[in-house]
């Protein structure tokens, strides 16, 4: 075994203790609940992560890390702790099925949505897509699962929100670790604090007051106490995850709508910005040009959309194309997904596509959101001009391009520019790769706009859905999202460098 | 300043875990407390007082801070 796969072993084993403590927390949940029969499900989960994780680590070894090793154990990671988060679904599903005696599972709880389960790849799915925080799922009537699966995915939502690898770059962390290069390969580069650990701990203390702050809004804005709980959890990490039936769309609530809203576009915001603003500097509201293009980007889309409905007469009045208008597109843009109008089904297409973009675009980086994020496209936008525009100067002319404060020098130009352009790129070049793949899979009467969709909002860790996705979905188009949203979600590049270390037998240059 | 009491073993311990703004320390230890408040004493108007009193505190502090910065 080589040094290096020893220190991945290391981390990566450290990785499923986390795991693994989640999940004997989400007992607790069992418990309150009176759902006695999830328990042993949870317990074995936790006690294979456990221990699995423990070999890891006796095996490992912990050793300074490089970048192509923070990006392998990033990608890695991810995969791994989604396919031991399936565990929960798979074996509450099966305990269930198989009723032992001794549990008193109750026939109400045996439903298609929980049998749906017991295939290994919707449980696969439904972990990926909780902890990449896309929200597309594998069940057809979330109110139906019981309550602690419903935490385990709000929950998975809630910790991939921040960031699985963030959240272990604390466990993991050492001097001279390399977590920061864990920490930049998940697509957080500012800083808060010089320190990495102190940084990752400060983000959990701002995420953990948003999470209180927005349960509590819920709940005054008419949301019952444990749906507030969970769509709390999962509207700040702008993961999309629902406990009803049909998403936010249940309530057939305009106050639970708008006061989602802020909740979202809480997570659409870098978080080394919040503290910022948290620490009373709020000019970062429109001094940060992320934060400042966040708010333009969201006005002008709802704008747009709710102008496009209103032209369609997809709805009746201008306030509900304002209402759905503004709540599907910052739903849409800060990759949450929640959903209130049935998009795929009495949209416009120019509608749906518009929400595509927004899906595609994302927010700002260092939030919680997918997408390509804002500031990419911000540097392609601004360096394309400035590119353009050099022509007309002399060749002697000594210029300068800002972008968000920083005066860049030629060749930081050209790195900004050159990695913003490989990232879209290779983001376009999968999509295409999987629109195609999902045109050849799904059965006929969805259209090109439908599959363009989904396919977009899976890669961009949206969760909206135009009805594609689902149990009876086939084997190699649920394969196919669960690879989008991973990629999505570490935006592409250490994902691609995984698969070439393990196809070219890892560290060879 | 706002103190949070540290001669408590577990308040000692979550404050020094923060090392962040008392203030909003306090807020993320009163935050549980208000949602099992509401998850036990359900919809009324002192749990609605509660509640929108915790969320006007979050507001307050931050305008506050902002204020005097």
């Given at each position: 075994?080589?040094?290096?796969?020893?220190?991945?072993?290391?981390?990566?084993?450290?990785?499923?203790?986390?795991?693994?403590?989640?999940?004997?927390?989400?007992?607790?949940?069992?418990?309150?609940?009176?759902?006695?029969?999830?328990?042993?499900?949870?317990?074995?989960?936790?006690?294979?992560?456990?221990?699995?994780?423990?070999?890891?680590?006796?095996?490992?070894?912990?050793?300074?890390?490089?970048?192509?090793?923070?990006?392998?154990?990033?990608?890695?990671?991810?995969?791994?702790?989604?396919?031991?988060?399936?565990?929960?679904?798979?074996?509450?599903?099966?305990?269930?099925?198989?009723?032992?005696?001794?549990?008193?599972?109750?026939?109400?709880?045996?439903?298609?949505?929980?049998?749906?389960?017991?295939?290994?790849?919707?449980?696969?799915?439904?972990?990926?897509?909780?902890?990449?925080?896309?929200?597309?799922?594998?069940?057809?009537?979330?109110?139906?699962?019981?309550?602690?699966?419903?935490?385990?995915?709000?929950?998975?939502?809630?910790?991939?929100?921040?960031?699985?690898?963030?959240?272990?770059?604390?466990?993991?962390?050492?001097?001279?670790?390399?977590?920061?290069?864990?920490?930049?390969?998940?697509?957080?580069?500012?800083?808060?604090?010089?320190?990495?650990?102190?940084?990752?701990?400060?983000?959990?203390?701002?995420?953990?007051?948003f999470t209180f702050v927005s349960i509590s809004l819920l709940w005054l804005a008419g949301m019952p106490v444990?749906d507030a709980i969970n769509h709390g959890m999962t509207g700040l990490?702008?993961?999309?995850?629902?406990?009803?039936?049909?998403?936010i769309?249940?309530y057939q609530s305009p106050l639970i709508e708008f006061a989602l809203v802020p909740i979202m576009i809480l997570g659409?915001?870098?978080?080394?910005?919040?503290?910022?603003?948290?620490?009373?500097?709020?000019?970062?509201?429109?001094?940060?040009?992320?934060?400042?293009?966040?708010?333009?980007?969201?006005?002008?889309?709802?704008?747009?959309?709710?102008?496009?409905?209103?032209?369609?007469?997809?709805?009746?009045?201008?306030?509900?194309?304002?209402r759905?208008?503004l709540f599907?597109?910052v739903s849409?843009?800060s990759?949450t997904?929640f959903?209130t109008?049935?998009?795929?089904?009495?949209?416009?297409?120019?509608?749906?596509?518009?929400?595509?973009?927004?899906?595609?675009?994302?927010?700002?980086?260092?939030?919680?959101?997918?997408?390509?994020?804002?500031?990419?496209?911000?540097?392609?936008?601004?360096?394309?001009?400035?590119?353009?525009?050099?022509?007309?100067?002399?060749?002697?002319?000594?210029?300068?391009?800002?972008?968000?404060?920083?005066?860049?020098?030629?060749?930081?130009?050209?790195?900004?520019?050159?990695?913003?352009?490989?990232?879209?790129?290779?983001?376009?070049?999968?999509?295409?790769?999987?629109?195609?793949?999902?045109?050849?899979?799904?059965?006929?009467?969805?259209?090109?706009?439908?599959?363009?969709?989904?396919?977009?909002?899976?890669?961009?860790?949206?969760?909206?859905?135009?009805?594609?996705?689902?149990?009876?979905?086939?084997?190699?188009?649920?394969?196919?999202?669960?690879?989008?949203?991973?990629?999505?979600?570490?935006?592409?590049?250490?994902?691609?460098?995984?698969?070439?270390?393990?196809?070219?037998?890892?560290?060879?240059? | 300043?706002?103190?949070?009491?540290?001669?408590?073993?577990?308040?000692?311990?979550?404050?020094?875990?923060?090392?962040?703004?008392?203030?909003?320390?306090?807020?993320?230890?009163?935050?549980?407390?208000?949602?099992?408040?509401?998850?036990?004493?359900?919809?009324?108007?002192?749990?609605t007082?509660?509640t929108a009193?915790y969320v006007?505190?979050f507001v307050?502090?931050?305008?506050?801070?902002?204020?005097?910065?």
């Amino acid at each position: 075994m080589t040094a290096r796969l020893r220190t991945l072993l290391s981390d990566l084993g450290r990785m499923l203790q986390a795991l693994s403590g989640m999940m004997f927390l989400s007992v607790v949940v069992g418990l309150v609940w009176g759902e006695y029969y999830v328990v042993p499900g949870f317990l074995l989960s936790g006690g294979l992560a456990l221990g699995i994780g423990w070999s890891f680590t006796r095996f490992g070894e912990r050793a300074e890390l490089g970048k192509l090793h923070g990006m392998m154990i990033a990608a890695s990671g991810w995969l791994l702790v989604a396919l031991f988060g399936s565990l929960p679904f798979l074996f509450v599903a099966w305990t269930v099925h198989l009723a032992p005696s001794w549990l008193a599972v109750p026939a109400s709880v045996d439903t298609p949505t929980l049998a749906a389960f017991r295939g290994p790849i919707n449980s696969v799915f439904e972990s990926m897509s909780g902890f990449t925080g896309t929200g597309l799922t594998m069940t057809t009537h979330e109110n139906e699962l019981p309550h602690a699966l419903q935490w385990w995915r709000s929950f998975t939502e809630w910790v991939g929100g921040v960031g699985v690898i963030v959240l272990t770059t604390a466990i993991l962390s050492r001097p001279g670790s390399g977590s920061l290069t864990l920490y930049e390969s998940e697509a957080r580069s500012k800083k808060i604090h010089p320190s990495i650990v102190s940084t990752v701990r400060t983000i959990w203390w701002i995420f953990l007051l948003f999470t209180f702050v927005s349960i509590s809004l819920l709940w005054l804005a008419g949301m019952p106490v444990w749906d507030a709980i969970n769509h709390g959890m999962t509207g700040l990490s702008t993961g999309g995850f629902s406990i009803t039936d049909d998403s936010i769309a249940t309530y057939q609530s305009p106050l639970i709508e708008f006061a989602l809203v802020p909740i979202m576009i809480l997570g659409s915001i870098a978080f080394p910005v919040h503290y910022l603003m948290l620490q009373g500097d709020l000019h970062n509201i429109y001094r940060d040009l992320q934060t400042r293009w966040v708010f333009i980007y969201f006005s002008a889309g709802s704008v747009g959309l709710a102008a496009l409905l209103q032209q369609y007469g997809t709805y009746d009045s201008l306030f509900q194309s304002v209402r759905f208008g503004l709540f599907q597109f910052v739903s849409a843009a800060s990759c949450t997904g929640f959903q209130t109008a049935e998009i795929g089904e009495t949209w416009p297409p120019l509608s749906q596509l518009t929400v595509a973009f927004g899906m595609f675009v994302g927010a700002s980086a260092g939030s919680t959101v997918g997408g390509i994020k804002l500031i990419r496209l911000l540097t392609l936008g601004k360096g394309t001009a400035h590119r353009i525009s050099e022509i007309f100067y002399p060749s002697s002319a000594i210029r300068r391009f800002e972008i968000d404060g920083r005066i860049l020098s030629a060749v930081e130009l050209a790195r900004e520019f050159e990695e913003a352009a490989i990232i879209t790129l290779l983001w376009l070049v999968l999509l295409a790769v999987g629109i195609v793949g999902l045109l050849l899979l799904i059965p006929p009467g969805f259209t090109l706009e439908n599959v363009v969709f989904e396919v977009a909002s899976a890669q961009g860790n949206v969760g909206l859905s135009t009805g594609i996705t689902g149990p009876t979905m086939a084997l190699p188009a649920k394969i196919l999202l669960v690879f989008n949203m991973w990629v999505g979600r570490l935006e592409i590049i250490p994902v691609l460098v995984l698969l070439r270390a393990v196809l070219v037998r890892g560290d060879r240059p | 300043m706002i103190r949070i009491p540290t001669e408590f073993p577990l308040l000692r311990s979550l404050s020094r875990a923060g090392n962040w703004e008392r203030g909003y320390e306090i807020l993320i230890l009163c935050g549980p407390v208000v949602i099992v408040a509401i998850a036990l004493l359900g919809r009324s108007l002192l749990t609605t007082a509660l509640t929108a009193g915790y969320v006007l505190a979050f507001v307050s502090y931050l305008l506050w801070n902002a204020l005097g910065s």
